[in-house]
């Protein structure tokens, strides 16, 4: 396993009030298909953080869907970043491309929150269905809004999955 750097904040007790993407805009990190799944639950405010070659791409895709729930906030990083992911109800990670090791979850758990991830890579094995988060399949968003539904609604399953989360994190991972 390999050692991770828990940022010097203990993650916060309120339920934050969006959902969370943060990461590269590109084609295999399957935001496109984030989007999509958001069609159906247009009343949950969402917030993308990144830059990349799908960037216009995206914002016309949430435009031409009339989705006013999305942000697009730009390229984040160390404390800004922080802030934000710190204040989120919960992080999707909609990879369609098989990543080993998403650093990106360590971050999520090391703030205490859910992963909602794809069924790609080592997600899985990271998020656990039903302990961390919730895993989808790939590429389907209606699955993927189910399940953004599901933890916008359940603030005793975001409670467990974020204890969780950050346990699983400062057990394994803490360096």
Do not use: C
């Amino acid at each position: 396993l390999n050692p991770f750097k828990i940022p010097d904040l203990a993650p916060r007790t309120e339920i934050g009030g969006f959902g969370l993407y943060f990461g590269r805009l590109i084609d295999e990190k399957g935001v496109d298909i984030l989007i999509a799944a958001l069609k159906n639950t247009p009343s949950y405010p969402f917030k993308i953080v990144g830059d990349g070659p799908d960037l216009d791409h995206l914002k016309n895709l949430a435009k031409v869907n009339g989705l006013d729930n999305i942000e697009f906030v730009g390229p984040l990083w160390g404390d800004a970043l922080n802030e934000l992911l710190y204040s989120a109800r919960f992080v999707v990670v909609p990879s369609i491309w098989h990543e080993n090791f998403p650093y990106v979850i360590l971050q999520a758990f090391a703030a205490g929150k859910p992963v909602i991830g794809s069924n790609r890579g080592g997600i899985p094995e990271m998020v656990s269905h039903g302990e961390r988060g919730f895993i989808y399949e790939a590429q389907e968003p209606i699955e993927l809004g189910k399940a953004i539904e599901t933890l916008w609604e359940a603030e005793d399953l975001i409670k467990t999955y974020s204890s969780n989360a950050r346990k699983y994190v400062v057990e394994n991972f803490n360096d």
